[in-house]
């Protein structure tokens, strides 16, 4: 029997955002983040759960794959699968693992059908492969890429780095499936205590998450340096980098940065005496960051002259950034990859595989990120059809969800909202959100208080029509998958409150009917009740935990926290009585139950 159709598997392995994204016949059929699965944030280790996800969603086996494409940005996955062999290296392959993996046939393989790439260059298809233009050029920042010695890519020669140099910033210019690289900028390995080398890398990415380490004591925090930023007062600290004539220059950090955040159980953060050198720290670094992207921009301009510019990286989820680049780059088009971070990594592999190995044209525009897979009104019976569900709640159908929902929204009510298939990347852009009306300031304590735990000075986003954004918004740029922040019109601000930002700025998501017509027309039904074209929408998760994925994850989440209603398509899910009594005891269990298969898993 002759097969059907061609598919190619990226991968992204070991460290953080592990991931997978499946093409069929050039188009993305599905991709998921590990973390969704595991919902372990940012999950590292083996990556036979996102394989599984895909192939099974598909209905297809192993042995249907015409091509694994892969990447893992700290060694070539070949070289870094041999040291696992023989080291034991917990962060990426913890001992649960170690028997699936040797067990795997993708791992160690030696088939021709099983490709690496290196990092940057994932990166770069992830942006061009997948963007509405036939031409332009790409801008790649991130936190650090692969080795100099590693990058499979021809680039420019007189971008001179040591082979043990890092990739930091990577500039194409693409025609068709045509790829050239036009820049590298590089991070030479720096002196330090053990494990500490990227802290102190010089480059723009590796900078902003060392302030992010500095202020929070994390270094994937960088969105929530953003948020502060606003709170910080100009000027207060020196500048962190510079770039003259292109070339960016980062100095070593003195002792006048003192206050690194510390852990202090007798102290919460945001009541730290170092707060105001902190703000004033994030103002510092995500002025300078907009500073040397805007060049970078610049530079790309005037000596290509294209006309479209497509971002990926991790630094390409700054949205302030991406805000300054769409109004001032001088780019008339920008288009950002929605799963920009190393998830995304998963599609330029995918895609590198379909264009550059099998010689394919390109053909398929991501115009949404939902690609997750479909789980069925079956699979949602079966989660909320458990005992301890049952006794808990009421269950609904209706027939007009949209409607009945808006309605809520309108009384004030915090919507746990669980449609279609998820969105891929770090963005809930929808399908998996928690939604409320903005139109009371003090929804934001709300949401924070009941369900999302955060500090209180990160912003809320907001979501709205398409056709009305430009009323409520300022700025002409499309903004699809909220990586563009925008300045909210005074006339507005006033009317949605919730969502504005203390520098009167919005990190904005358009919504269209085409993409998706359910979170449409619960806006269009929301403002038909209240004349507001706009609602709150975060992420539906806790603090800590990643986006739900299942109909059970939104099951349990809507249990163990405030959210008032929960919708699964268009079932209405309520609290009922019980819940008072049933809920804590659950909770109490539940915790107990995860101490024990956390010390299961480390014992």
């Known amino acids: 029997m002759p097969k059907k159709h061609t598919y190619v598997l990226g991968l992204n392995t070991y460290d ?80 649960y693992e170690r028997a699936d993996a040797k067990a795997h046939p993708w791992f160690r393989s030696n088939s021709d059908k099983v490709v690496t ?16 233009y036939e031409d332009g050029v790409i801008m790649i920042v991130d936190g650090v890429g692969s080795y100099r010695s590693d990058v499979n890519e021809p680039f420019p020669e007189s971008d001179a780095a040591t082979p043990l140099a890092r990739e930091s910033e990577s500039y194409y210019k693409f025609s068709g499936t045509k790829l050239e690289c036009l820049k590298k900028v590089w991070m030479e390995p720096d002196r330090g205590f053990l494990s500490d080398e990227f802290y102190n890398m010089p480059g723009l990415g590796a900078l902003y998450s060392r302030a992010s380490t500095y202020v929070f004591g994390d270094w994937n925090k960088c969105g929530e340096l953003m948020g502060l930023a606003p709170y910080g007062r100009h000027g207060n600290v020196k500048p962190l980098m510079r770039i003259e004539n292109n070339k960016l220059t980062v100095p070593r950090w003195t002792a006048e940065l003192n206050k690194p955040y510390v852990a202090d159980p007798d102290q919460k953060w945001e009541s730290s ?7 004033d720290v994030a103002w510092r ?115 007009d969800i949209a409607k009945e929902t808006a309605k809520l929204l309108a009384d004030q009510k915090v919507i746990g909202w669980f449609q279609d298939r998820s969105e891929f990347g770090p963005r809930a852009l929808g399908n998996r959100s928690l939604i409320a009306d903005p139109r009371k300031p003090e929804m934001k304590d709300i949401l924070n208080s009941r369900v999302k735990h955060r500090q209180p000075f990160r ?31 005074p006339e507005w601000r006033d009317k949605i409150p ?26 269009r039904e929301f403002d038909a009740i209240t004349g507001v074209p706009v609602l709150i929408n975060t992420s539906f998760n806790v603090k800590g935990e990643p986006i739900v994925e299942t109909p ?41 139950a995860t101490m024990v298969v956390s010390n299961m898993k480390t014992a």
């Open 16 to 95: 953080h955002d592990v991931s997978a994204c499946l093409l069929r016949d050039g188009e993305i059929a599905y991709a998921i983040a590990k973390e969704r699965i595991t919902r372990d944030k940012h999950a590292s280790g083996f990556y036979k759960e996102v394989i599984d996800y895909c192939l099974d969603a598909e209905g297809i086996a192993l042995d249907d794959v015409d091509l694994v494409v892969r990447n893992c940005y700290i060694l070539p996955v070949p070289e870094m699968e041999e040291r696992l062999m023989y080291q034991d290296l917990p962060g990426f392959l913890p001992d």
């Open 117 to 132: 790439i290196s990092h940057h260059l994932a990166h770069a298809y992830s942006a061009f492969a997948v963007s509405p």
């Open 273 to 279: 005496p170092s707060m105001k050198h902190w703000e």
């Open 285 to 399: 670094v995500q002025d300078d960051t907009e500073k040397v992207l805007l060049a970078r921009t610049a530079w790309l301009r005037e000596t290509t002259g294209a006309k479209n510019l497509c971002i990926a990286g991790g630094v390409a989820l700054n949205c302030v950034a991406n805000g300054r680049i769409a109004r001032e780059g001088s780019f008339p088009n920008v288009w950002i990859q929605p799963a920009a971070g190393d998830d995304g990594i998963a599609i330029g592999c995918a895609y590198y595989g379909w264009h550059e190995i099998l010689k394919q044209p390109r053909s398929f525009e991501m115009m949404h990120s939902y690609i997750g897979r479909r789980y069925s009104d079956v699979d949602i019976a079966k989660a909320l059809g458990k005992s301890l569900v049952r006794i808990q709640t009421t269950q609904t159908k209706s027939s």
């Open 459 to 489: 912003p809320f986003a907001p979501i709205v029509l398409y056709e009305r954004a430009k009323d409520v918004f300022e700025g002409e740029e499309d903004s699809p998958f909220m990586l563009i922040a925008k300045n909210v019109r």
């Open 498 to 523: 919730a969502i504005v930002h203390v520098d009167g700025t919005a990190r904005v998501q358009t919504v269209r009917e085409d993409t998706n017509p359910m979170l449409y027309r619960l806006l």
């Open 552 to 592: 059970r994850h939104a099951v349990i989440c809507f249990l163990t926290t405030g959210v008032d209603h929960l919708i699964l398509h268009d079932t209405l899910v309520s609290k009922n009585a019980m819940h008072a009594i049933v809920g804590p005891l659950v909770n109490t269990y539940t915790d107990v």
